[in-house]
T-cell receptor
């Protein structure tokens, strides 16, 4: 079945540095990818929708200058957390729709645990 | 305002018995519902879905029931197996493009 690869799985960085997270669709083309953030024991919160070849669409309250999203190809989207702070520590997950239909199930990456010290 | 609610953060069931996971929603515009299963350190994986034109969808040991008047859906797993132990998220989709997720229920199936 469709596979989404997310890298790295875990990253620790110092406050003030930037971290890039990659999300790849391995055996299908994904014109749209989604980035989520999950706090402990809470729901997956959609941060932004990444569209290939155009600007990402950010959800209300998400700082687009802090969470830079680039969807350079049909198989790769990146999320860069710029000038990270300890409050950015979280679990970030990407997903891609497995088909063109909006109701197609999402395929998720394994997530990235970001710890900012 | 949580539009999709999973009020039980955890559920324990004996192996072989039925597991029933519940989900309530408030947005009457939601027309498609999905269940995802998540193991620790992994991303959620799609389990089963149901359209609002149906009230039941079955796939092997998994059945999802939808009660639109009550804005309630449930996932039944029977018989439950230890490998079913995971966090289960329900999600709903309406006219907007994205899914709205519940907060998840940790299912533990006891051998």
């Amino acid at each position: 079945g469709a596979v989404v690869s997310q890298h790295p799985s875990r990253v620790i960085c110092k406050s003030g540095t930037s971290v890039k997270i990659e999300c790849r669709s391995l055996d299908f083309q994904a014109t749209t990818m989604f980035w989520y953030r999950q706090f402990p024991k809470q729901s997956l919160m959609l941060m932004a929708t990444s569209n290939e070849g155009s600007k990402a669409t950010y959800e209300q309250g998400v700082e687009k200058d802090k969470f830079l999203i680039n969807h350079a190809s049909l198989t790769l989207s990146t999320l860069t957390v710029t000038s990270a702070h300890p409050e950015d520590s979280s679990f970030y997950i990407c997903s891609a729709r497995g088909g063109r239909w909006e109701g197609s199930p999402l395929h998720f990456g394994n997530g990235t645990r970001l710890t900012v010290t | 305002d949580q539009q999709v609610k999973q009020n039980s953060p955890s559920l324990s069931v004996q192996e072989g018995r039925i597991s029933i996971l519940n989900c309530d929603y408030t947005n009457s515009m939601f027309d498609y519902f999905l269940w995802y299963k998540k193991y620790p350190a992994e991303g959620p994986t799609f389990l089963i879905s149901i359209s609002s034109i149906k009230d039941k969808n079955e796939d092997g040991r998994f059945t999802v029931f939808l009660n639109k008047s009550a804005k309630h859906l449930s996932l039944h797993i029977v018989p439950s197996q230890p490998g079913d132990s995971a966090v289960y998220f329900c999600a709903a989709k309406g006219s907007a493009r994205q899914l709205t997720f519940g907060s998840g229920t940790q299912l533990t199936v006891l051998p």
